[in-house]
């Protein structure tokens, strides 16, 4: 049993830089939990203090159910994965993965037998003697991961990980983790810049900026139901379109209002969005609910618009165009012949569209 | 197109680097063969039609020979050897621990401390060694080897605490994180972890503190007054030169004599040496 459970955490520097802010976080036992964000947005810093690397200046962090705000890194019984791999230079492989254990005082026999089976597990029994300078980067991340696993520790944390790797190897070994993952069933805080390593690695996510959490939950929670507009903006690629619009209110049907796009606000909306009417909202659709209007689709849906670029990216189009004074993406099916500057009538599901609120940005 | 090329290279390689080489190495030759002349080669004018400055007809060791038997030679050799390597020893153990310090740990008014300790290795030796030959006296150890291998370290601490300083910074901080994660104390890391992968930088800062103590010679010139306790530099210098008479082969002898422990020292340990002065330490 190993939950990580933060308190109202905050991290102030010296200089008075406010890093982490009342950051609560409840990790569940077996958890593959992934905080991401922009650079800045204090998720490494989160992560340091959960390790002991950092000092905290007020809440609490506890593994299962022992406060270890003041133990120092070796006594937390957590094993950590650099984003430079932090082998060190001057031991072997074996050596480098034994050294935990080591200085715990393991017996000889034991520690040979998990050096091996971590070995065996990430496919490196071949490189054990070899110096961290003569592995691949590919390979310096295997070893990396095997140091921290051949200490069974109750949580792994990992800071990311991934973002020294080519775009290849990434893809390889973010399923790779996820497969060890499964198999080692162990708590595991990730924290990664990289939006689609979160979705694709988090049991659950959590999304943070400028310090702040923005919101917890499971990845396509957070793509179907973002808190906040930095939320949607920032999970999905392309990323959500926003155009800033006008809601007004005619005779009971609501309708939201853009240059050259009029649209009626859909029904399981329009309760909440009622109480906006007269003001401004940001309406933001994912690039996927466009797409080429039929003539199925409602008429209070659908806009001409003008392509301005085309994407061809074989298994789907990317359209850019303007619409409502913003540019937008649309991602459509690459049957669809479009050419630039073609004009073109394009329908959004009405499901599947979100309003937030202008100033707070927080969903409506 | 080929052609001008190589004339480049030429000119703005070879040529410069043999001007360099020749410049650099002719004092060790000059060394060398003034070494291995024959007095009635050394003390005849150079007008003197069988005068050959750059060479000579008839090498000895004569010079040699008398230099071991007729000076302390070899006892000057012995104390140099063993105060450079004491007051190395003493320098980088310190300059090891502060050099961390310096570069890891945030305490207040860490970066004066530096600054500061920078400017001591910058206080001239010249001024240094008056208040120095005060206390040297007042402690009892003038004329010992101790009066050396004790104020050498105060000009090789501070510059051993510079370069490692230095060649810390420059291993990333990751690696200790980890170790501490891994099971060590702040202090096992940077036992079991930093100071092994510092090994280059460690062993620049110890060849030069080698070589400066080897070469000192205002301190040993006034802490040390008996023949027999004296370093090389100095031994050579006050026991050769007799009033105005400069027993140049004897001289010279020494002095050759006295370079080839550091020169043998460098040679060992050159690759090092260079890593150390331009850190790099890949993950």
Redesign the interface.
């Given at each position: 049993m190993a939950t990580v459970t933060i308190r109202s955490l905050n991290k102030n520097y010296e200089n008075a830089f406010h890093a982490v802010k009342d950051v609560s976080l409840e990790i569940r036992d077996k958890e593959f939990m992934v905080l991401v964000g922009p650079s800045g947005c204090g998720k490494t810093t989160t992560l340091r203090m959960v390790?002991?690397?950092e000092e905290i200046t007020s809440g609490e962090i506890l593994i299962g159910t022992r406060v270890i705000n003041d133990l120092?890194?070796?006594d937390?019984d957590?094993?950590?994965v650099?984003?430079?791999?932090?082998?060190?230079?001057?031991k072997s492989v074996y050596q480098n993965m034994a050294?935990?254990l080591q200085?715990?005082k393991y017996p000889k026999d034991e520690i040979e037998k998990r050096v091996r089976e971590a070995a065996e597990v990430l496919g490196i029994e071949s490189l054990l003697e070899r110096k961290?300078?003569q592995l691949s980067g590919g390979q310096?991340q295997r070893v990396a991961v095997g140091?921290a696993i051949v200490?069974h520790p109750q949580v792994f944390l990992f800071d990311e990980p991934l973002s020294n790797l080519d775009a290849m190897l990434r893809v390889q070994m973010r399923v790779e983790l996820k497969r060890l993952h499964e198999r080692l069933e162990t708590t595991a805080i990730y924290v990664t810049h990289d939006q689609v390593e979160a979705m694709t690695l988090g049991d659950r996510v959590v999304v943070m900026k400028d310090g702040w959490v923005q919101q917890v939950g499971e990845p396509l929670e957070l793509y179907g139901k973002p808190a906040n507009r930095f939320v949607a903006g920032f999970i999905g690629s392309p990323a959500m379109n926003f155009v800033e619009v006008a809601i007004s209110d005619l005779a009971g049907t609501l309708w939201a209002d853009a240059a050259g796009l009029r649209l009626k606000v859909p029904l399981q909306l329009a309760e909440r969005v009622r109480a906006h009417a007269g003001k401004r909202l940001t309406l933001g659709v994912r690039p996927e609910a466009l797409h080429p209007a039929t003539g199925a689709d409602p008429a209070e849906c659908c806009f001409d618009t003008a392509v301005d670029v085309v994407e061809p990216l074989g298994n789907e189009i990317l359209i850019n165009f303007r619409a409502g004074g913003a540019p937008m993406v649309a991602r459509i099916d690459p049957a669809v012949r479009v050419k630039a500057h073609q004009t073109i009538r394009l329908a959004l599901d009405p499901e599947r569209v979100h309003f937030f609120d202008e100033k707070s940005g927080a969903a409506i | 197109m080929l052609i001008e090329r190589k004339w480049k290279k030429w000119f703005t390689f070879y040529l410069p680097m043999a001007a360099f080489i020749l410049f650099t190495l002719f004092p060790f030759y000059w060394m060398a063969v003034t070494a291995l002349r024959p007095d009635h080669e050394l003390y005849r004018t150079w007008r003197q039609a069988s005068a050959t400055p750059f060479w000579t007809l008839d090498p000895t060791l004569e010079h040699f020979k008398g230099l071991l038997a007729t000076t302390a030679f070899p006892h000057w050799l012995w104390n140099t050897m063993l105060i450079a390597i004491v007051s190395t020893i003493i320098s980088l153990i310190c300059g090891m621990f502060a050099g961390y310090a310096l570069a890891r740990l945030k305490f207040r008014g860490s970066e004066f401390l530096g600054t500061a300790i920078f400017i001591t290795y910058l206080v001239p030796q010249t001024l240094l060694f008056i208040p120095l030959a005060d206390i040297i006296r007042d402690m009892h150890l003038g004329n010992t080897p101790w009066a050396l291998m004790l104020t050498y370290p105060t000009f090789l601490i501070p510059f051993c605490t510079w370069l490692l300083m230095g060649y810390f910074k420059t291993i990333p901080k990751e690696l200790e994180e980890c170790a501490r994660i891994d099971g060590a104390t702040r202090f096992g890391a940077m036992v079991r972890i930093i100071f092994p992968v510092a090994v280059p930088g460690i062993l620049s800062a110890g060849i030069f503190a080698f070589t400066l103590s080897w070469n000192e010679f205002i301190y040993a010139l006034i802490f040390m007054s008996s023949a027999e306790l004296k370093t090389v530099p100095v031994g050579v210098v006050s026991e050769l030169i007799r009033g105005d008479i400069f027993f140049w082969g004897q001289l010279m002898a020494g002095a050759l004599l006295g370079s080839i422990p550091v020169a043998l020292v460098y040679s060992f340990f050159v690759e090092y040496y260079v890593t150390g002065l331009t850190g790099s330490v890949k993950g």
């Open positions: 390790a002991g690397l120092p890194p070796m937390r957590i094993a950590m650099f984003q430079n791999y932090a082998l060190y230079p001057h050294f935990g200085m715990r961290p300078r310096r140091r200490r | -």
